[in-house]
Structure formats: C-alpha cells, structure tokens
C-alpha cells in the first residue's frame, strides 16, 4: 500500500516511534556544540529530517513577456525586467512557487518529526534541493537535530535554524533567540533589448555598464530579499540574520534570434527574537586573546 | 571592560542568566503575523553580537551591483605598462557597486557600513562581461563618540569598512573610528622576454630584473593610490590592508593588482586596550 501523503510516511513515524520509546538521543552536532547547546538548557532529543520529492514541469511561460514569444521580440528599443513575484504573461511564478513548496513541506516534515519526540526547536537545519534524473523530479531535504528546552514553558510553535550549537548558544546568551530559518526566491526574466546588446557587444572595446544586465540583477536581487524580509516578518521576528545570498545569471533562446537572460537570486536566513529587553546583554563576551598560532 | 568585570561575568550559567525559560517564553508569545519593525543583516552571529556591543544598531542588509562591460587593450608584448583602460573599469564598476550601496544605507539613515564585501564575477554569458557587487550591513550609533563629532566619515556619507564585526569592536575599544574602505588598483602587463634574453638565461639562476621591476611598479602604483584615497579623507591610517593579485581573465602576464584597507581616524589620543586574558584553546 502506498502513504497517501499525510503526516509522515510510515518509515519515519516507526523511527520517530522508536527514538521516543528508547531514549537514545542521536544529534548531528559537533561535541562542543552539543555541549554549548546543553549549557544554556536546550537538551538534544534526536536527529530529524523531513523529506519530499516534487515533479516541477511547469516553471511558467519561460520568455520575458516581450512580444509575445516570437522572434519579434529582437526589435523591442528596451524591456523591464520581469521578477517572479510581479508576474504579468512572462516570468517564472509557479517555478518559484514550486520551490517555496518544497523547501516549506521539507521543512514542516522534519518539525512533525521534532514534535513528535517531544522537542521545541531544531538546531544547525540544512536545507537542500536537488535535481532528480532528467525528469522534473526535484528531491527537497531538511535535517537538523531537535532539541527540547529545560523549561516549563512551551513556544507556541517550534523554533528551527540553521545556526550551529555553539552559535544558537552564543545567541541566546546575548538574549536573543532564533524563531525560524527562512529563504527568498526571486527567478527574473530580461529580454536582451537593442541597448542591451550595444553595451555587452564584445568588439566595441569600451569601458560601459551593461545597464540592462545590472537591472535585471539588482531586480532579481531585491526580490528575493524582499521575499526572504516578508517571510521572516511572519515569525513576528525582531531581527533576520542572512546566512547565505547567492546569484546565478544564464541566457535562454526562447525562439530564433530572440534571447532573455534569467537570475535566480536566493536569500537564506535565521529569523530572531529577542527575549532581553535592556541595552546590554546579560552576559557580556569575554575579550580572550587565543594561544593559537 | 577590564578584566575583573569579565571574570566575574564569565562562569555564569544558564539558569542564572534566565535561559532558557525567559527565551521559551518568548517562543511562547510569539504570534506569526503580527507586524513588526524588522531589521536583516548580513553578519554572523558573532559579529552580529559584537557590533551591537560595539554600541550599534544593525538597520539593515545594503547592497550594490553593477554589471559591466570591461573594454579590450593590449598590452606591448615586450614592454611592462599600465593597462590604463582596464585599470580604469576595475574603478568605475566599483565605484559604481559602492556608491549603489552607500545610497542604499543613505536611504535607511544609517552612520555607518560594517563588513563590506566586494566581489567580481566574470560572467559565462558575455565576453568581457563582470559583475561588480558590494555588500555589507548598515548600523547605526546608539550614542555619537564619546569625543564629540558623528560617526559619519568628514565627507558626511555614512563610513564604509571591510573590517569584521570581530575587528571593528576592537578598533573602537582601541579608540579609533573607521572612515572608510579606501582602495588603490593597477592592471598592469609584464613584458615577455626577448628571445635571446630568455635564451641567456637557459640553465641560469638569476633574477630577471624586467619582471621585479614590473611587479614593484604594478604594486607601488595600487598601494599609492590607496594611500591618495586615505589622505584625501583625512585619515590618520590604514588597516586591515590586503595586496591582491587578481588575474581575472586577461592571461598570464596581465593581472590586476588591488588594494583595499579601512582608513581610521583616531577618536581619543591613548590607544591603551583593557588586558586581554590568554587562553589555550582545547579545539585544534
């Protein structure tokens, strides 16, 4: 019999079973994580990891809108740039969607896990994607290690990162606390217009800024920023930490003659809180200078 | 800080410091949706931490890119020269990313950018074709310098500073304020070697003093026009100066050289620091 696709498939509920009857708490924490984490009472209670793997076959119109979707598209004087979140006949809106889908399900898959063996929170989540044959099969995973808070408080959901034991420790000594690991996606489209293509020709020998190429990556850019800033604004955060940016540019021929450039900008951070209210940190950093070489 | 607050401050535990109940509660009260005034950074937790320490506010992640087309020049093959044309693309695209991004800091009212990163990227879909990026994050003073005077650099912009969050807490304890990220750049092209030069050499340990020559230009040439950048902001020095060979993409015998450093002015004249504690780490 297949899982019908809720709640968790039955090799992960039967493990989760068996880590909450036995009481042998795996971690993927480093020692000194493990033990900074256990110093400011966060307990690691097991390995988590949440799973999915999602047929992405529609990624949009795949063009920029511009024209239609012939070759005419060649004689436009200029074209804006198209962002996934603002997305009119061009742009890549449900492959964005696609991606938020996966990372999100992963995700709440790996806290159904941490839930269940009784945590408040996941500590050092990585979050990966990847590319499953040639098919549109993409493979989404998240894992972390679950902790639970000595406390008699429970938070009203739980808390995830991707911060290390011994960064979520120094956080938390400085009176702030992680709320929840966040990403934005931004996949923009730009049609190479006439002015474009003078400014990028290669035998002109000049020094010029391709303007049409900055737009569309400083469009692609704040988009995903924007994206990433609302989606941590949900956690009601006080602070967002970016742990990772990163930018890939490639040029697609949608139809003879007619070229468009793609960004794919993605922004990766920790949305914070913060549970002291004062100025100063109740416990101050020490000034060391290390024996080291 | 000296180091008895420290010692004192140090061993205590969680329960003392109200971790993790105060942090649970937190949690607890959290409800998703409700709006709040959020701030993004692009710093680690560590310099997260000590720039807030450092008495900053962190505003935000500020940001500029520039895509560009570097124009074409060759060099003489058997002359060492200064690229002027492409050591003047390595500028303009620069310039152009920082003052994208110092617009950007302007923009959220900001003293000041820490932990600025600056990139470039040839591209694969164009010849010639880089991306120049600056990133860093925006903070703002919670009090002005003990001293007097603001945080901004003279010029009344918002300083600039490539310097870690680690370094720049240091800097200020050490009583000094950055002003800016100065930097100096030369692409420069090293002669080849004339045919019966190279074959005189065959077998030889011996200095070729063209090439010595040509690297000391090349570098004597970035290093001073840092150094211009710093006088003309009125700093009393530079730190944290990097001397980087970038090849790029031009070939072997043409490479740009680059230097960066955060230009400091001093903010009260003892630079004493509280004693540091040494320690013997057990990690590796």
């Not at chain 1, 047929?55 to 004087?77: D, E, H, K, P, T």
């Not at chain 1, 808070?149 to 979520?168: C, H, K, N, Q």
């Not at chain 2, 008495?55 to 560009?68: C, D, T």
């Not at chain 2, 800016?180 to 074959?199: D, K, P």
């Amino acid at each position: 019999m297949t899982w019908d696709g809720q709640g968790l498939p039955p090799a992960a509920r039967a493990r989760i079973e068996r880590a909450r009857t036995d009481r042998i708490a795996t971690s993927l924490l480093s020692p000194g994580g493990q033990a900074a984490v256990q110093s400011v009472g966060l307990d690691p209670v097991g390995e988590v990891m949440g799973c999915i793997v999602e047929q992405i076959g529609w990624s949009g119109w795949g063009g920029c809108g511009v024209m239609g979707f012939g070759g005419r598209g060649y004689l436009a004087a200029s074209a804006p740039t198209v962002t996934s979140s603002r997305g009119g006949y061009g742009g890549y809106r449900p492959y964005v969607d696609a991606l938020y889908r996966g990372y999100d399900t992963a995700l709440s898959r790996m806290l159904t896990e941490a839930q269940a063996l009784g945590a408040d929170g996941v500590v050092g989540v990585r979050w990966t994607q990847e590319r499953l044959g040639e098919g549109g099969a993409h493979e989404f995973v998240a894992r972390g290690t679950a902790v639970r808070a000595r406390s008699s408080i429970r938070p009203a959901y739980l808390f995830s990162t991707d911060l290390s034991g011994t960064e979520v420790t120094r956080l938390i000594h400085a009176g702030w606390v992680p709320a929840g690991l966040e990403l934005g996606i931004s996949v923009s489209i730009r049609h190479d217009d006439y002015a474009t293509r003078m400014a990028a020709r290669s035998w002109s020998g000049q020094n010029v800024e391709v303007p049409g190429y900055t737009e569309l990556v400083t469009y692609a850019r704040a988009d995903a920023r924007d994206r990433f800033e609302q989606r941590a604004a949900r956690h009601g955060a006080d602070a967002a930490t970016v742990s990772d940016m990163s930018l890939e540019v490639y040029s697609i021929e949608p139809s003879d003659g007619h070229v468009d450039h793609v960004a794919h900008a993605t922004v990766l951070g920790n949305a914070v809180l913060r549970f002291h209210a004062g100025r100063a940190a109740p416990t101050r950093s020490l000034s060391v200078l290390p024996l080291t070489r | 800080m000296t180091t008895d607050e420290t010692a004192s401050g140090a061993p205590q535990d969680a329960a003392s410091i109200g971790v993790p109940e105060d942090a649970m509660r937190r949690l607890a009260e959290m409800r998703p949706g409700q709006p709040t005034s959020l701030f993004t950074s692009d710093l680690s937790v560590n310099e997260f931490l000590l720039v807030r320490e450092a008495g900053f506010r962190p505003l935000g992640l500020v940001l500029g890119s520039s895509i560009y087309h570097v124009g074409f020049q060759m060099g003489k093959w058997s002359q060492n020269q200064e690229l002027g044309t492409l050591t003047q693309a390595m500028y303009h695209a620069r310039e152009l990313a920082m003052t994208r991004m110092e617009a950007e800091a302007d923009l959220l009212g900001a003293d000041g950018i820490v932990g600025v990163r600056l990139d470039i990227e040839f591209k694969e879909f164009g010849n010639d074709l880089a991306e120049f990026i600056a990133v860093g994050t925006a903070v703002l003073g919670e009090d002005p310098p003990a001293t007097g005077g603001t945080w901004k650099a003279n010029t009344g912009k918002p300083f600039t500073s490539d310097l870690s969050g680690q370094d720049f807490w240091t800097l200020l304890e050490a009583g000094y304020a950055p002003l800016g990220l100065v930097m100096g750049s030369c692409v420069y092209h090293i002669a080849h070697q004339r045919f019966w030069q190279s074959m005189g050499n065959v077998g030889q340990n011996v200095e070729i003093p063209q090439f010595t020559e040509g690297l000391y230009d090349a570098r004597e040439l970035a290093m001073s026009r840092m150094q211009a950048e710093a006088e003309a902001l009125g700093a009393e020095g530079i730190v944290g100066v990097q001397l980087l060979s970038l090849p790029h993409k031009w070939g072997g015998h043409t490479t740009e050289f680059f230097a960066i450093g955060t230009a400091v002015r001093p903010l009260r004249p003892d630079h004493v620091i509280s004693k540091p504690q040494l320690t013997l780490p057990l990690s590796g």
